[in-house]
């Protein structure tokens, strides 16, 4: 016992250094994520037919193929086209956009949440359904939003193990390293393992509050 103890004491610095860059990097491509399903959930809404079509594809595509095939497409697929991408950002990107095809259709399924009577109420004021979007919807849908929001930040906590295979420095690279020296993958796979449980934990009592300081009063 005291020699695993030991284990987990040497390795508790370098499990905690790929434990940060994974929070930076689901943080990071939940940013980007929001930011593509936000222009994407408008453009579908708001932009001519033709292009909600190709926006349709996309999420479609993205949703429909494993994100770790994307990953692959993204860094070493493009630089056979001209794009090529270090590890970090092709992670970013290839998450960032996985998580925008899925949130753009929590946010597409808010903004249908909303009552119709709210854009018929803003056009009898004369706004424009931009305006009404940004200024009348929007605000109701993103309330509708959180907990997909949340659990979308939950799963892009577990899916940076998935860039460990672009050699990118997470919590899962980490580990495999020190396995690679230590010879001893069961405790440090658990430890990893209790660490992910450990995140998802506090987002989703980070996400409770959220939900109750924006719930309505009864």
Do not use: C
């Amino acid at each position: 016992m005291s020699d695993l103890f030991q284990l987990l004491r040497d390795a508790a610095p370098m499990l905690l250094q790929g434990t940060a860059w994974t929070l930076v990097f689901a943080l990071a491509s939940m940013l980007g994520g929001l930011s593509v399903a936000t222009v994407v959930a408008s453009l579908r809404l708001l932009g001519p037919r033709w292009l909600a079509r190709l926006l349709d594809l996309y999420v479609s595509a993205f949703r429909g193929t494993p994100l770790l095939v994307q990953v692959f497409v993204i860094y070493y697929g493009l630089p056979s086209v001209g794009l090529q991408f270090e590890p970090l950002p092709a992670g970013v990107l290839a998450l960032s956009l996985n998580a925008g095809a899925y949130l753009a259709e929590s946010l597409r399924g808010a903004i249908a949440g909303v009552a119709e009577g709210q854009w018929a109420a803003a056009a009898s004021l004369g706004m424009s359904r931009v305006q009404t979007l940004r200024h009348i919807v929007a605000p109701q849908a993103l309330r509708l939003a959180v907990p997909s929001l949340g659990n979308t930040l939950i799963s892009l906590i577990k899916d940076t193990s998935l860039v460990s295979v672009i050699a990118v420095t997470e919590l899962m690279l980490a580990t495999k390293e020190l396995i690679s020296t230590t010879f001893q993958p069961l405790p440090l796979y658990l430890a990893a393992a209790a660490i992910y449980w450990l995140l998802s934990v506090l987002l989703e009592r980070a996400q409770q509050r959220l939900e109750r300081s924006l719930a309505l009063p009864k």
